[in-house]
């Protein structure tokens, strides 16, 4: 009955693994920033939403490039969980920031918001 029943559990846990990993490695291009709070001391907080009706955001890697913070958000483990689920993130905004892109899906990123720098005060583009 073991022998027959750890390779049994191995096969279901290896299956489960092969399943789970490469859906939480790539970028989530249904989620967009929806909500943008500035405070004075240059960090912002992104409040994102996902599109699509399943999936949930887990973690935001931000980079910085010379035109603007480039926002890539990861979903959480599995396809529809929960566990680990954030929709709040808290950014460091360089002081020459003027616009903020998040992933679109096939490698490309569009502007979210931007800088008026007239009126110092960031809109929804």
């Not at 960090?43 to 910085?64: E, K, L």
Request: hydrophobic share 35%; aromatic share 12%.
């Amino acid at each position: 009955m073991r022998k027959r029943l750890f390779p049994c559990i191995f096969l279901l846990a290896a299956t489960l693994l092969c399943v789970a990993l490469p859906s939480t490695s790539s970028p989530l291009s249904s989620a967009i920033p929806t909500e943008l709070t500035v405070s004075p001391d240059g960090t912002a907080t992104v409040r994102v939403s996902v599109v699509s009706s399943v999936g949930y955001v887990r973690d935001c890697r931000i980079d910085t490039r010379d035109d603007g913070l480039y926002l890539t958000f990861y979903s959480t483990y599995g396809l529809n969980n929960p566990n680990g689920a954030r929709d709040t993130f808290t950014i460091s905004l360089p002081a020459e920031c003027d616009t903020i892109f998040t992933y679109g899906g096939g490698h490309s990123y569009y502007p979210v918001y931007q800088r008026h720098t007239a009126a110092e005060e960031w809109q929804r583009v």
